[in-house]
């Protein structure tokens, strides 16, 4: 059994230390040593109160994640709950740390709650696609009410001890060694006779919250918005409701109990969590050791203060890392100094930041146009356009001016790190970090490991990755990297089937319906359709050697429909909108390029439009696997989840891909290829071997 609690008297006070490194856990042994201290407890005379608290950083960091799905060993946590919400003696959970989903019900299970000023507390569970099984869906409600209840639990963000003593989900905060202080304040309940106390037995916020229906709207309209496509939330939802609704705890008890299990056999609960261990183990490199010696970033560089250096340097100052930027001259300087200092004004106009935190961040960041500027920064990251020339150029500048031992990294989407590498003097501390647009929010980063960077390179890029709040994946150094080179066959089939029958509007209808926040056209007319042409028009490509799928949107761009840049695009965009609107002209367009091509058009259903832009991800994410650049299988899931926005609910694609079972997409990638060309559908070698030999991606894991 996994874990245990220690037992210790105090004079007159039980102390039980939960000890499930390294956050505690709900694991089976815990739940035996929770059920038999207190038993102990209550069964010794001497014993009057009892503290609970947990070793090292956490009080309790929930259930056992990885036991879901399993058979449960030793008593349950809810016969746990029950034996302490009923004990005779007060219990004092002493909130020494992170106090999550169970690791809370435990807590809300005593009668008295003090608390860490560090120590987190939350209802994290609709993250891993739950809800608080263990009562907490019904405590939670009756202590702080319902409306902030929902916010609480539908959200799942974690409040530091001060903002939940304000809540009133703590009674005291403790400043100074909490287990004393709990032993001290549970004497003092003993001294003053109080008894324990049952949060189950409250009533009046709930019966102030009955026939207040908005509640629950509202909570709807959250939910729809922010969490679309979710199974967890409005399972939330009703578990809240029959707590406002019933003044029976145990008829509440008994609708949350069937929700969990609705959620708990839900696919979605499966998928989340597969992200939830996922996200670890990206950060788990298996030949760079956990304690690889770290180069010491206090200050960084940036070159390039366009969209996505501008976005880098704001990564940094948001981190509090004192960050320089380069641009070409003064009047690009001032533009991009510019942006930063109105997308900062913005976020403290929502309310998302002070005034006080702009000057702050602004405070962080120097701009110059001199390279020189850059010699004294720990890490220095190039941002500007993609052309391997302009980069090699850039990086011999670099390490010309950069102080011996600085990190060089360049920001490239796809193009050969190495080569950059090589320019230097200093190949060994040069990698890629490509940073997401907007950088300052896409969470993902990919890492590039270039020939010759070394184990700390990787190690402090990777670590880095985490200080700015990114989670960082490995890739190797290859073109496109992991995500941009899985997005070339789906961007590229969206082309194809368009000019096959569908129109745009049905390819992102059904890309949306699946969970994206976008679809491929929706995403073009984002990034602009005129770069590519513009790319073309420079190369001086004929227009009768532009790929045909790029043919509708070089049409559009002779048209000056650039995308949402200037309103028009695939879509039309009403003046100051985001949302596009359907245009007839583009649909006429397509038809006419169809025609251009002697393409015969025909119906396709949503079915193979999924399929067929979908595919593509996971034949190619099969062989950048088995190329070795991704690790495994879940860095591959992670990379689309941040990066791309593939819906979290469905696990990520190489996940998605073994739910639908790999025989199936083989068969269906032999059948396209059949109809469409064998080039384009090549299964990938491994694809074949695991589906011969009976197997899944998730049988790579290791
Ligand atoms: C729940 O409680 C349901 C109940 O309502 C109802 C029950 C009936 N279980 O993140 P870290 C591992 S659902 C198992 O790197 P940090 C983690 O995998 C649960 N393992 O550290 C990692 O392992 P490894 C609701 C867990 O300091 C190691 O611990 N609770 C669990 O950056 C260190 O984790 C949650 O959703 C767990 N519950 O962050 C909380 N938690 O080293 C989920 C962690 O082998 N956890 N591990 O890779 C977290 O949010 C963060 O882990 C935490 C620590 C903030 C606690």
Redesign the pocket.
């Known amino acids: 059994m996994k874990g245990t609690v220690h037992y210790e008297a105090r004079g007159n006070v039980a102390l039980l230390t939960i000890d499930n490194p390294?956050?505690n856990?709900l694991s089976s042994g815990v739940r035996a040593g929770l059920d038999e201290g207190v038993k102990k407890a209550l069964a010794d005379d001497a014993i009057e109160a009892i503290v609970l608290t947990g070793a090292g950083?956490?009080f309790i960091?929930?259930?056992?994640?990885?036991e879901f799905g399993g058979e449960a060993k030793g008593p349950s946590?809810g016969e746990c709950l029950e034996l302490m919400e009923n004990s005779s003696k007060p219990i004092v959970a002493a909130i020494n740390g992170?106090a999550?989903?169970?690791g809370l019900?435990v807590a809300l299970c005593c009668g008295y709650r003090v608390a860490a000023p560090s120590a987190p507390v939350g209802l994290?569970?609709v993250?891993?696609g739950?809800l608080?099984?263990?009562g907490?869906t019904q405590r939670l409600p009756r202590l702080i009410g319902a409306e902030k209840a929902l916010q609480f639990i539908l959200t799942g963000e974690p409040c530091p001890g001060p903002q939940a003593k304000a809540l009133g989900i703590v009674d005291e905060i403790i400043e100074g060694d909490i287990v004393e202080g709990g032993i001290a304040y549970a004497q003092n309940l003993v001294k003053e006779g109080a008894g324990n106390r049952k949060v189950r037995d409250l009533t009046d916020k709930v019966e102030a919250d009955r026939g207040r229906d908005e509640i629950f709207t509202a909570a709807r309209k959250l939910a729809a918005q922010r969490m679309r496509g979710q199974f967890a939330p409005e399972m939330i939802i009703q578990c809240v409701e029959a707590a406002v609704n019933s003044d029976d705890f145990d008829a509440g008890m008994a609708v949350e109990r069937d929700r969990?299990v609705k959620c708990l056999n839900h696919p979605q609960r499966q998928a989340m969590i597969h992200i939830?261990?996922a996200e670890?183990e990206v950060a788990k490199i298996p030949d760079i050791p956990r304690d690889t010696e770290l180069h010491d970033i206090q200050t960084a560089g940036v070159v390039g203060c366009g969209t996505m250096g501008g976005g880098i340097t704001m990564c940094f100052a948001n981190a509090g890392i004192p960050v320089t930027v380069l641009e070409m001259d003064e009047e690009a300087l001032k533009r991009g100094l510019g942006v930063i200092k109105r997308n900062y004004d913005i976020q403290a106009s929502r309310g998302r930041m002070s005034e006080a935190d702009v000057d702050k961040r602004m405070a962080l960041i120097t701009g110059t146009t001199k390279h020189e500027d850059l010699g004294q920064a720990d890490i220095i990251i190039e941002a500007i356009y993609e052309n391997i020339d302009v980069k090699v150029e850039t990086f011999k500048k670099l390490d010309a001016i950069a102080k011996p031992g600085a990190m060089l990294a360049s920001n490239t989407s796809g193009l050969d790190v190495d080569k950059m590498a090589d320019a230097t003097s200093r190949p060994e501390l040069v990698c890629g970090m490509h940073f997401f647009s907007p950088a300052n929010i896409m969470r993902l980063l990919e890492v590039v490991r270039g020939a010759k960077s070394s184990k700390s390179t990787i190690a402090t890029a990777m670590q880095l990755g985490k200080r700015l709040s990114k989670i960082a994946v490995l890739s190797g150094n290859a073109p496109g990297f992991i995500g941009n080179r899985m997005l070339a066959g789906y961007t590229g089939q969206a082309g194809e089937i368009i000019l096959q029958g569908a129109t745009p509007y049905q390819v992102d209808s059904v890309i949306q319906g699946f969970g994206m926040p976008m679809g491929p056209f929706q995403m073009a007319d984002l990034v602009g359709l005129d770069l590519g042409w513009r790319a073309r028009k420079l190369a001086g490509m004929k227009p009768e050697d532009v790929p045909i799928t790029a043919r509708v949107a070089d049409k559009l761009c002779e048209l000056e429909r650039f995308g949402q840049k200037n309103n028009r695009g695939y879509y039309i965009y009403p003046e100051g909108s985001r949302a596009g609107q359907p245009d007839p002209e583009v649909v006429e367009i397509v038809e006419q390029t169809s025609t251009e091509l002697g393409m015969s058009r025909r119906a396709i259903s949503d079915e193979e439009v999924l399929k067929r832009c979908l595919y593509p991800l996971i034949n190619e994410g099969a062989r950048i696997l088995e190329e070795g650049i991704a690790l495994r299988p879940c860095d591959i899931d992670i990379v689309y989840i941040n990066g791309y926005g593939f819906p979290a609910t469905v696990g990520g694609p190489m996940f998605w891909a073994d739910q639908q079972g790999l025989d199936n997409i083989l068969a269906d990638i032999k059948r396209f290829g059949e109809e469409y060309g064998e080039a384009k559908w090549k299964p990938a070698p491994l694809l074949e071997k695991l589906v011969a030999e009976g197997k899944n991606f998730a049988s790579l894991q290791g």
Not at 61 to 66: F, L, P, V
Request: aromatic fraction near 14%; proline fraction near 13%.
């Open positions: 390294p956050v856990p950083r956490a960091a929930g259930a056992d994640i990885s946590l992170t999550f989903g169970g019900e994290p569970e993250k891993l739950l608080p099984g263990a907490g969990f939830f261990f670890r």
